[in-house]
């Protein structure tokens, strides 16, 4: 018997300027009609550009941010302009991959051709019906500009590359009525449905009333006829528009992921997740899932908004998950959207990179999920470089050789005794406020601490990622905070270097403080206290570029810190389209 299993990740464009179209119709994404054409035409141009990633999933050219796996084989099914570097034109491009690595291209699979999309093939996710065929809810952009939910499924469920699909004439299957008064310019991203109690599917659909942002709830006998619910799965007044929504269980008691068939049972938890249009951040909260009443209700004390808690704190938006039934996790990707300018990026040829693949998990506390890198991309590693056990002093910078800087994967731990010296911390602070205060110039007492990634030999540009450990004034206990400082990642002012900065949920006296980066380019991936938060860096050196580039990991507060553990490796590059 086949072994069946899908992702399904799509993203909703993040050149998200809101413009008026025709109707009087408003949507959230900018098409550059006059920056379509690209200047990359040749294969020479793009292979020796620096910033193209080495292991970071990208097509050759033009404007991407946004992936499926059939009968053993991952299929990428992203969102892309076939035309230009930025967004417009969109079609769902096609990769496939056996390791969620190395990618092989292929024709379109879906591209606008029935009314229902015939100017435009939207975010949407696949969902695998008891036959074992997937099945495709997207949004289209009818005549009217309006956005509508639509269903494709396989040509030929014997191919396992899934080169064709093929739309239903049912289409739409959802749609903005006077009736049902849905905001047609924000109603857009279905999930992966799922199977409930009572026999029936369940979908939801990202949308707003106002400023109120919510998950409209579809109910449906056969995955064709869709009825909407009385009320939302959720929403949360102030929030705006939510763009892919994403709803799964997961288990409180191990690392195993679960499929969104599993609706209860002992340990049982929900995690809903928003892409907020507003702010372009994310947010999730973990609660419970009551499958009669059809709604989801968040733990309390849940931050229902950017400020609580975030997949990503850096670069990282419109994520999607998929349970993985051959290795029995659940796995999050997300697009990695640009620092540079429009400009820049008509220059390059090309805008948008994914991340690598992340198996998510719930945390012991049950509070959070924890996130890591998926395993099959250490097969990428080469040449280990260890430093052993040492006490890194105060003020130091220590190079680590032997790794090329630009694209490598680097762990280090550490241990932290003087804690009693640590600085006291404001009631309440904002952290990437706090890290753009503090960046890594700034010399503290515990901290900064951590690695200086895509760094020049005169240190005029690098990228750090580090951490501060601080002491509360209310109650004494150890605050720790990560920061990725792009503030000297480029000499180049035109590109966004904001620093991102959130708190890591470990305790100091009793925990080591542990950090990965993954650096590629122009990307820098970074997971601290064991995943439990993430931030991804984008940026664009003019120095620190190939061979120029190096690697250290630096103190740069007043009381000495011990490195327990540091490996490094170079990176090969992966088989990217």
């Known amino acids: 018997m086949a072994l069946v299993f899908i992702f399904f990740l799509f993203y909703s464009s993040l050149l998200l300027i809101a413009i008026n179209i025709n109707n009087g119709v408003q949507a959230s994404h900018h098409a550059y009609r006059n920056l379509q054409v690209s200047n990359i035409n040749n294969k020479y141009e793009v292979n020796n550009q620096p910033y193209r ?43 496939t991959s056996t390791d969620l690595v190395n990618w092989t291209p292929h024709e379109a699979a879906i591209y606008p051709s029935i009314p229902s999309d015939i100017n435009g093939c939207w ?77 029936k599917w369940r979908v939801i659909v990202g949308s707003k009333i106002d400023r109120k942002g919510m998950a409209i709830l579809y109910t449906s006998d056969d995955f064709i006829t869709w009825t909407q619910s009385k009320t939302p799965l959720h929403s949360v007044e102030g929030n705006g528009m ?34 907020l249009d507003d702010t372009k951040h994310e947010y999730y909260t973990v609660g419970d899932y009551d499958s009669v009443r059809n709604i989801y209700i968040p733990n309390e004390g849940s931050i229902e908004s950017d400020s609580g808690l975030r997949y990503d704190y850096g670069k990282y938006y419109a994520s999607k998950t998929f349970f993985d039934s051959v290795k029995q996790r659940r796995i999050l990707l997300g697009w990695i959207n640009e620092s540079s300018s429009v400009a820049t990026d008509v220059k390059k040829g090309w805008s948008g990179v994914h991340d690598i693949p992340r198996h998510i998990w719930l945390d012991k506390s049950g509070k959070q999920l924890i996130q890591w890198p998926v395993v099959e991309i250490e ?3 080469r040449g280990p470089v260890k430093i052993p056990r040492k006490s890194l002093k105060a003020g130091s910078l220590v ?29 309440n602070p904002n952290p990437q406020l706090l890290c753009s205060q503090k960046p890594a110039t700034i010399k503290g007492k515990l901290g900064p601490f951590g690695l200086l990634t895509l760094a020049s030999k005169d240190l005029k540009e690098y990228t750090a990622i580090f951490f501060r ?109």
């Open 379 to 381: 097969k990428l590693r």
């Open 399 to 427: 190079k680590i050789p032997g790794v090329t800087a630009e694209q490598a994967d680097v762990e280090v731990s550490f241990k932290v005794t003087d804690l009693e010296k640590a600085e006291i911390l404001e009631e």
């Open 469 to 577: 450990i601080f002491k509360t004034q209310q109650n004494n206990k150890y605050k720790v905070l990560m920061c990725s400082d792009q503030s000297r990642s480029s000499l180049n002012e035109d590109n966004d270097k904001t620093n991102y900065g959130a708190f890591v949920d470990v305790d100091p006296v009793r925990e080591q403080l542990s950090l990965r980066s993954l650096i590629d380019h122009s990307i820098v991936e970074s997971f601290g206290g064991g995943g439990k938060t993430c931030i991804t860096a984008r940026v664009y050196p003019t120095l620190a570029i190939g061979k120029d580039s190096a690697l250290f990991v630096f103190n740069n507060g007043t009381q000495n810190i011990q490195i327990t553990s540091l490996k490094a490796w170079s990176m090969k590059s992966a088989k990217l389209n």
């Open 242 to 275: 939510w763009e892919c929504p994403d709803f799964f269980p997961v288990d409180s008691a191990n690392k195993l992921g679960l499929d969104t068939t599993v609706i209860s049972g002992p340990g049982i938890k929900y995690v809903l997740k928003a892409s």
């Open 53 to 95: 990633t080495g292991y970071h999933f990208q097509p050759p050219k033009n404007w991407i941010n946004g992936p499926l796996v059939y009968k053993g084989i991952y299929h990428l099914f992203y969102q892309y302009n076939p035309k230009g570097a930025v967004w417009g034109n969109i079609v769902w491009a096609h990769s």
């Open 123 to 199: 975010s949407g996710s696949a969902t695998i019906l008891p036959s074992g065929k997937p099945a495709i809810l997207y949004t289209g952009i009818d005549p009217n500009n309006n956005q509508v939910q639509n269903l494709a499924v396989p040509k030929n469920l014997s191919d396992p590359y899934l080169i064709e699909w093929v739309k239903s004439a049912q289409n739409p299957l959802m749609a903005p009525t006077s009736m049902n008064k849905i905001n047609g310019s924000s109603f857009r991203d279905p999930t992966t449905a799922w199977f409930g109690p009572d026999k």
